[in-house]
């Protein structure tokens, strides 16, 4: 009897995976999210994305910042600047001028180049004449940099501008502009008339810089190193052509 009963039983391992084959199937539920856990996801997707794009205009706007903050910000004392710096800078004023074949042009237009300036009536006496010819002189002295720089005569009467001088003007930008208007923007040193200087003015339009009075060839090779390192400052974001 005995024996009998034990032939009944299986084996030890046959009857642990039949007994395991008797229990229902063990189902892993994963509930979906609220629509407030959502709605949390995507704000923090948002989120991210936005400082990434931050992160990536940063990266772009550095070498400008940077490039503006050491010329203008830091100033080391010891720096030789032969020119003297205007603080604050003063923006090009929205003026309209009248070039030479009189046709409406604003000054703001001139923006997105380096402009070196020099003001006089249209009768242009020696003085005038001499700072036309270090204006074009230094921007070719500038070599292959001389694109990223304009030269402009900014005409301050309504005397007209004689024709013996026109063709040496081809390449300038000659532009008649009310004086009030003009003396709110550029100014002397004192005891200058506004005619005596040259002034620089940086691509986004801002009256940075006064050169000294009377430039003779020594002052002009001083000038020259100035617009050079003006240059090389801004060489990152400023590029020849408007």
Same mark, same amino acid.
């Given at each position: 009897?005995?024996?009998?009963?034990?032939?009944?039983?299986?084996?030890?391992?046959?009857?642990?995976?039949?007994?395991?084959?008797?229990?229902?199937? @063990?189902?892993?539920? $994963?509930?979906?999210? &609220?629509?407030?856990?959502?709605?949390?996801?995507?704000?923090?997707?948002?989120?991210?994305?936005?400082?990434?794009?931050?992160?990536?205009? +940063?990266?772009?706007?550095?070498?400008?910042?940077?490039?503006?903050?050491?010329? #203008?910000?830091? /100033?080391?004392?010891?720096? &030789?600047?032969?020119?003297?710096? *205007?603080?604050?800078?003063?923006?090009?004023?929205?003026?309209?001028?009248?070039?030479?074949?009189?046709?409406?042009?604003?000054?703001?237009?001139?923006?997105?180049? %380096?402009?070196?300036?020099?003001?006089?009536? @249209?009768?242009?006496?020696?003085?005038?004449? /001499?700072?036309? #010819?270090?204006?074009?002189?230094?921007? !070719?002295?500038?070599?292959?940099?001389?694109?990223?720089?304009?030269?402009? %005569?900014?005409?301050?009467?309504?005397?007209?501008?004689?024709?013996?001088?026109?063709?040496?003007?081809? &390449? =300038?930008?000659? +532009? /008649?502009?009310?004086?009030?208007?003009?003396?709110?923007?550029?100014?002397? =040193?004192? @005891?200058?008339?506004?005619?005596? $200087?040259?002034? *620089?003015?940086?691509?986004?339009?801002?009256?940075?810089? /006064?050169?000294?009075?009377?430039?003779?060839?020594? @002052?002009?090779?001083?000038?020259?190193?100035? *617009? !050079?390192?003006?240059?090389? =400052?801004?060489?990152? %974001?400023?590029?020849?052509?408007?």
């Amino acid at each position: 009897m005995s024996g009998s009963n034990l032939s009944d039983v299986p084996p030890f391992g046959a009857s642990r995976a039949m007994a395991e084959a008797d229990q229902p199937l @063990g189902l892993t539920v $994963h509930s979906l999210p &609220s629509p407030a856990e959502a709605a949390s996801g995507a704000v923090q997707r948002t989120r991210s994305g936005r400082l990434k794009m931050l992160l990536v205009v +940063l990266i772009c706007a550095a070498p400008v910042v940077a490039s503006y903050f050491t010329y #203008y910000v830091l /100033r080391p004392e010891g720096r &030789s600047v032969f020119g003297e710096l *205007i603080d604050p800078q003063r923006p090009l004023p929205d003026l309209v001028a009248q070039g030479l074949d009189g046709q409406p042009v604003r000054l703001p237009s001139l923006k997105g180049q %380096w402009l070196l300036v020099s003001v006089a009536g @249209g009768e242009c006496d020696a003085a005038c004449e /001499r700072n036309l #010819y270090l204006q074009r002189q230094l921007r !070719e002295s500038l070599g292959k940099e001389k694109d990223r720089v304009d030269w402009v %005569w900014l005409v301050n009467d309504g005397v007209p501008v004689r024709e013996a001088l026109r063709p040496a003007l081809q &390449s =300038a930008a000659v +532009l /008649r502009v009310d004086p009030a208007g003009l003396a709110q923007w550029l100014a002397p =040193a004192a @005891g200058q008339p506004l005619s005596a $200087h040259l002034y *620089i003015v940086d691509p986004m339009g801002n009256w940075m810089m /006064r050169l000294p009075p009377a430039l003779d060839a020594a @002052g002009a090779a001083k000038a020259k190193r100035d *617009i !050079e390192r003006l240059l090389r =400052a801004s060489s990152s %974001w400023d590029n020849a052509g408007r």
